[in-house]
């Protein structure tokens, strides 16, 4: 394979609309030719980024760094990090001109921070296409699937956007759903036959859960695919969480994990072999830092920090995520030679500190989704006066009211794959819809409240 010499691929952002197919020897390519297209990529994302953005120029002078001193990739761990607290004065990251902002986005401001609004220029937007057809391709959507995409595409959400332009520059025939009930999403999947299904596992769960009680069958629909968003769908060895195993059983089909978030406009997601998310070089640098903000080693947990490339509307480098994972960098199956990303564990913010155990709500609640039993529920962070955390899990049942009697197998779960028991309160169906639900001002369920 002929691969770009250096100097060759500076204009390779990806800021137009040719075919994917053009750029699919990135992802295949050796190390250091990698290395090499990130690097003249890199650095002209800093230039331009330093010419345009008030908080950067502000920042180098601040931490006393000449650009001219940036000259390979490895310089990035000199650069300053920025975190999502920084991204409140939009203005001093804009870098485009007020008059080619095409598209206003917001995120989801689901932690204790607002809402971070991200404008978008008209190149932006066909990076973002590129993307996610990149993304989906990697799992198999193509031209002769129908895609329902069972996410916001109001509201100033990027993601049903992102989904909408990847699946069409795929040629596949999208079905702009939304985020409706389950009644709704169920009967456009009879109606349009889709074939491939975009939501959060949550919202594909309860799909399937209508579709039963309906007496109708998820399993015998024309479903061959579901895309997970928004929600974990395996632990950090890769095996499938339960409500995962449970999906693919009701809907009889593989189940395509993806991450992503707003800011970095970039999407990791699953190849066919199912085993993290692929980096795609030409659109992101990712790395892996701990508490001091230093390199990890491959394999490590420590925060995710990413450098999305191409981005002219509000461009970021080393943004803090505040998700927990590590980088894979065993060969892959599908003969891509990118790392991976593991699936995220939890939020740097929410990490909790319980009988001498580290865990994340998220990793509580995951243990036990996809379980018949388990209708929902959330969980609670509090402090004991000596300082140490305090966490409940708040549990609703199918089929009969939570008692301490009948949750043993919550507590004997919860030690199999947490290792310890938080405190356990027994709530109603009802209880637990209208805190997750019903109550929220954000797109996202919130499953947990961390009142510290």
């Known amino acids: ?77 000199e650069l300053p990090l920025t975190d999502k607290t920084d991204l409140e004065n939009t203005e001093s990251f804009c870098c485009a001109d007020p008059q080619t902002i095409v598209d206003i986005c917001l995120t989801s401001g689901t932690s204790k921070s607002q809402a971070t609004i991200i404008p978008l220029t008209a190149p932006d937007l066909s990076r973002l296409a590129y993307n996610e057809e990149i993304a989906l391709g990697m799992a198999g959507i193509s031209s002769s699937d129908i895609l329902l995409v069972c996410a916001a595409l109001d509201r100033c959400f990027m993601a049903g956007m992102a989904y909408f332009l990847g699946g069409t520059r795929l040629s596949a025939t999208v079905v702009r759903a939304g985020a409706g009930s ?43 695919k579901l895309i997970a968003i928004g929600e974990p769908t395996r632990d ?21 994990s993806t991450y992503a978030s707003s800011e970095m406009a970039t999407t990791f997601c699953e190849c066919k072999a199912r085993a993290g998310g692929h980096v795609r070089p030409e659109l992101i640098i990712m790395e892996i830092l701990d508490d001091n903000g230093r390199h990890l080693p491959d394999g490590k947990q420590g925060e995710v920090v990413v450098t999305p490339l191409g981005v002219t ?17 065993a060969p892959c199956s599908c003969g891509r030679t990118t790392p991976r990303i593991a699936p995220v564990t939890g939020r740097k913010n929410q990490m909790l500190k319980y009988k001498g155990t580290t865990l994340f709500p998220n990793t509580i609640l ?65 209880e637990a819809d209208k805190k997750v639900y019903q109550l929220r001002k954000n797109r996202k369920r919130i499953n947990f409240f961390d009142l510290r």
């Open 182 to 224: 389950a009644a709704q999403q169920w009967g456009l999947v009879c109606r349009t036959h889709a074939t491939a299904i975009v939501g959060v596992p949550s919202l594909l769960y309860k799909i399937g859960k209508y579709a039963l009680e309906q007496e109708e069958d998820p399993a015998a629909s024309s479903i061959q």
């Open 1 to 77: 394979m002929i691969y770009p010499t250096e100097g060759q691929v500076s204009n390779l952002p990806l800021l137009n609309d040719c075919p994917a197919h053009i750029y699919s020897w990135v992802q295949y390519a050796p190390a250091d030719k990698i290395k090499g297209i990130q690097t003249e990529l890199f650095l002209s994302h800093l230039s331009y980024t330093l010419q345009r953005s008030l908080f950067y120029r502000e920042s180098f002078k601040k931490n006393g760094i000449d650009l001219n001193d940036i000259r390979k990739l490895t310089d990035l761990t």
């Open 366 to 430: 995951s243990a036990l989704e996809g379980y018949n039993q388990f209708h929902g529920g959330y969980v609670e962070a509090r402090q004991y006066p000596d300082g140490t955390d305090r966490v409940i899990l708040y549990a609703a049942l199918n089929g009969e009211v939570a008692t301490p009697e009948n949750i043993s197998w919550i507590k004997d779960r919860l030690r199999a794959t947490v290792r310890v028991v938080p405190e356990i309160k027994c709530i109603s169906r009802e």
């Open 313 to 329: 509307g509000m461009p970021l480098i080393r943004f803090k995520t505040g998700d927990i994972s590590h980088i894979l960098t």
């Open 236 to 256: 950090k060895f890769l095996s499938l969480l339960p409500i995962s195993q449970e999906l693919e059983t009701m809907w009889d089909a593989p189940i395509f």
